[in-house]
């Protein structure tokens, strides 16, 4: 019986939250801190010709501009934080400007001239590979890998640009919904005999497709702070992440890991974006240094949304045969990726999706990335498998019906279970019970009443739809560090960020469950790497509670080993004699001899060595090292590195059921009923699960009904900016009596059972909401996320509406 | 391009009469800026897409706050808030149709601020102009909304005339409806408008939105018992359904005896630069029926007129399904 995991606890930030105590980056002042602020770039490409900042520099109360000639040279087709030569996209920081407020900043920025040499730009992947078609960069349109791609969030290493062009005739092919027969692509995978499977077909689908890609609009914009004291960095920063920011940042600012202390209390809102340093980092710290003296650097709703990242976008193609018993036999996959100014898109990580959801015999997938003059891309929630959801929901629809299935019937022949396979390397899996989601959720929702209900009523007209959300849930290899202090009390060291999701607390559960230790005499230890903080993974791809209720786990048993070590050693016997309970380590055989965690701390301090952490396992972390050397001789140290055997991905999966009722005259439609069920294992925290559900539901609302980039291909100024402008969805967009539960079946590869769900929750609601869409208008696919209300009335009158003419970033 | 957002040094007017405020509008002229709620004020500003020297800051002139029945109608100061216009038992009780309308502006925290006549007043929402661009409204020689590829998704169907940016505002059709006196003052005295000469297309003055003069402030919004407790319609389609501009609007006010139409104020927002009164279909309901036939027989020409742009033709169907809807309500 556990007595933390799967119960519900207030993880300590909350009351600083709701009270406005807590601290973000942008709070933290320091005595002689200036101001600074960027000039970014007006146009989508173009060369810096000349930076005139003398008028600037003359101001009252300017102390200085800092420009790409400060921070080493980034060659393409890295993201550099400060344009050198030429700039690839409006928004683009070409120098920043500081001063002792930020209204002499401001202005300051206004007396700098910069004469600029416009050069052509592209705002759409398809039109940039069309002969004759513009670059986003000098060098060329498409982002090649020559090493394997970093996991998400990971900066782009490794990989070069190049021009490549496909045949009108692909293009034409590609624009009208065919396959781009002669195009050149730069990733492909294929598994199984692809023919054979189309020719077991009884029904086959060819559907083209389009995803807009759409910013992240953290709500907290990315402030940063920066001081350097006795030859160390200070820097209060905006991060998904803490530990994982540690190496990175110090190299970006030129020093060691133990001179960097990064400053990370909460955090407003990330999504993928600020997963691990983020270039934009390097100037605040650098120029800090360069001025000797705090910089805030703090930026512009408007340049969160330039610099702040933004999906990637995909233009497709699609065929899928399916079997008479329903069975996918083949899928040949083709996409396009929106890169933005950074190139990097997320087209494996769709065709990820598809294996998941479809489990295909054979499958075939081509993909190329391409950069246009837009604003940078990353990963954001479930980047590549969401979007993938939200298009390829009505197309399953499609496909159950050609063979007469029903559509839940028909995932739940094809979807992943525990024995199947990820990706186009078919790697195994932990465990999945998505089967088990699926029926649960069909119950909840009462799926087959609702498709027994009428369908129209006046003007309105209802539609059920279900989808299926997939990301991979979890990392391993990380380290755990935790400390029980002479008074017996115990302190969770944490290197994984604050991002608002709560994880950083609930995976230090699994440490005070292993050590049965009440929760009120825990503490966990986190937000400024010299509180002795370890190696963690970034909090990106939904990993954090599958990865460090693993770590938190493996540092308790290293506690529980050494707490029986110093028992026997103490009081006689083997270690093997002694067991833990009620904060004392004793005898099995006899509970009356044994000592207490503060006693055996007490002893570990004495004996010093590896029990009070002068001494460390040999395979942790730099990091983690530092930290065990800060905190040496101060009580017990569990330390050690997860080595818990086992393989395969743990996968995150929510299937969504949506029924929703369409007004036809409007083109608007109100969401009546979702239901969504995940297959993460065991909830290790019953209310941050049931956040994470609902939030994700929210935003997935967002990807297939309402945010999109907008650019003019005209001039290449994108249109909507504003958080206002990109229109994510508000409480009366969403339904709020919104459903959530979980298969909960522990993982086997987890000793709290856990798995991560922070992505999938956003495509299985985005996908159920698409097929509810197209099942609302009578099995009619948009092929389109989003599918806005304008699309669904021009469908509805007759309009001429195509989407296969596939454009992207416009309307 | 410089991304700002801190609001620069400007002088900054306070006035508690109305009458100080008038002479410091005369004085400053164009040097100066009105301002209520802010709502349509610190963007601009903040973004330095426009700038003024100074500021004259409406908000504490208790005088054009509130809502007073008269013996023809009520009146309404200016400064009154969309959430006190809302919700005013007055209004909901003889006039629900600005009700409707002022309930469902933007979003709650912006109706605490916002005011109706910063909400009549506001300016366009084209993204061109509001981004700085030297378009024809700005003082330019362009539009770039009304290309075969500019971005026009929002803007107008209707009485373009160099710009094709459409009235942003929810109020000003149900003030239209509802044959709405809109109160100028200035130090020169006072003059009335009907609302529907309040609001002015770009062929008559493409640089302002209102028939407001330098040095004008205006203070009332009346409304006549004209349209009191008549059949009212309203609604609003919008991407989202709070903190989002309409797509297209309708306001409607209909006498109805015996079951047949005597007489309608018909009015769509959204669809040109002013609220569009759709008075064939007034004319051509008179004496109908009031019912979803006569309302089928009409929608069509609701639309009578309209250029679609590249990318706003949905507006069309939307438009006649509305007024459809009104008339069959």
Redesign the interface.
Known sequence: MSTHIGKDFIPPDVPGKVTGEIKYAEDYKREGMVFAR?????MPSGRVVNIDASEALRMDGVVGVFTADDLPPVPPPGNPALASEYVTY??QPILAVAAIS??IA??A??KIRIDFERRDFVVDPIESLSPGGSNAYPEGNVLVRTQEEGPEGAPIVGAEIRDIKWPQSAIDAIKTGKEPVGGEFTTEWAFGDLDAGFADAAAIIEEPFVTIGYPHHSLEARTGMAYWENGKCYFHGSSQSQSANNAGLARMLGIDLADLVFINEATGGGFGSKIGPYPFMAITGNFARVLNRPVQLR?????EF?IGSARSGMQGWIKVGVKADGKVSAVDLVIVNDGGATGGGSGNSSAQHVTVAYQPESMRYRGISVYTNTTPRGAQRGPGQNEMAAVLAPMTDKAAAAINMDRVAFRTRNVLDSDGFQGGSQGPVTSAFVREALAQGARTFGWDEKLAQPKVNGSKVRGVGVGIGYHGAGGRGYDGLLRIAPDGRLFIHSGVGNLGTYSYAGTCRAAAEALQVPWERCEIVNGRSDKHLPHSSGQGGSNTIFTHTRTNWVAAQDAIAKLKEIAAADLGGAADDYVIGDERVYQSADSSIGLTYAQAAQRAMELGGKFSGQEYPDDINPLTQLAVQGLAGTGLIGVAKDNIPGQGQPPGVVVGFCEIEMDK????FEILDYTAIADCGTVVHPKNFDNAMRGGAVWGVGMTA?ERH??????G?P??TGL??N?P?????VNLNTKMGGVNIPDPQNPTGGRGIGEPTQGASAAALASAISDALDGHLFNTAPT????I??H??G?SYSTKSLKTN?? | ??????M??MELYQPVQVEDALAIADRLADRGWLVGGGQDTYGWLK??AKETDAMIDLSAIESLRGVRETADGIEIGALTTLTEVANNSVIQDKFSLLSQAAGVVA?PQIRNIGTLGGNVSQDVRC??YR?G?SCYRAGGNLC?AD?P?????EHSLFETSRCVAASPSDTAPALVALDATMVIRSVDGERTLAAQDYFVGPANDIESTTALRTGEILTTVRIPNTWANATFYF?K?A??????FS?VNVAAAFKVSGGNVEDSRIVCGAVQCTPRRVTNVENAIRGQAKNAATAESVAAMATDGARAL?????K???MQ??V??AISA
Do not use: C
Request: charged share 25%; proline share 6%.
């Open positions: 960027l000039l970014t770039s007006p409006v928004g930020e209204e401001e202005s920025i206004d930026i512009t709703r408007e340049q330039y005259d409007t083109g608007k309402l907008v650019y003019d291909p005209q001039n100024l249109a909507n206002y402008q229109k969805p508000t409480y009366k967009d806005t209300t304008d699309m009335i021009n509805l009158a309009n416009t309307f | 391009m410089p991304s700002h957002d801190v620069p040094n973004d330095r979003s993204w061109y981004r661009l770039y290309t590829q500019g971005m026009n998704r609604e389609v991407d989202r359904n709070v903190w989002d797509l590249a990318h706003n033709g949905f069309i169907p939307l399904n509305l459809k809807r």
